[in-house]
């Protein structure tokens, strides 16, 4: 399952689940240098980076915000 931190509130993560609810996590939980708008995967309880999946959704977001101001 692909999940996003939304964001880091001191020594906590939220995290977003594709429903939309959120949860929070304990940064040592996380993989070193998890920062806000990272996908990761979560397996059995065990999270990684998902690299391309962040550069994606990090590309698809320009793309549309570029969109909006070329109109």
Do not use: H, Q
Not at 21 to 49: M, Q, R, S, W
Request: some cysteine; charged content about 35%.
């Amino acid at each position: 399952m692909i999940v996003v931190v939304d964001r880091i509130e001191e020594d906590y993560a939220v995290i977003e689940f594709s429903d939309r609810t959120t949860k929070d996590y304990k940064l040592a939980e996380l993989p070193a240098g998890t920062k806000p708008g990272d996908c990761l995967n979560l397996e059995d309880g065990v999270f990684t980076l998902n690299s391309e999946e962040t550069a994606k959704r990090e590309k698809n977001a320009a793309e549309l915000l570029n969109s909006l101001w070329e109109k």
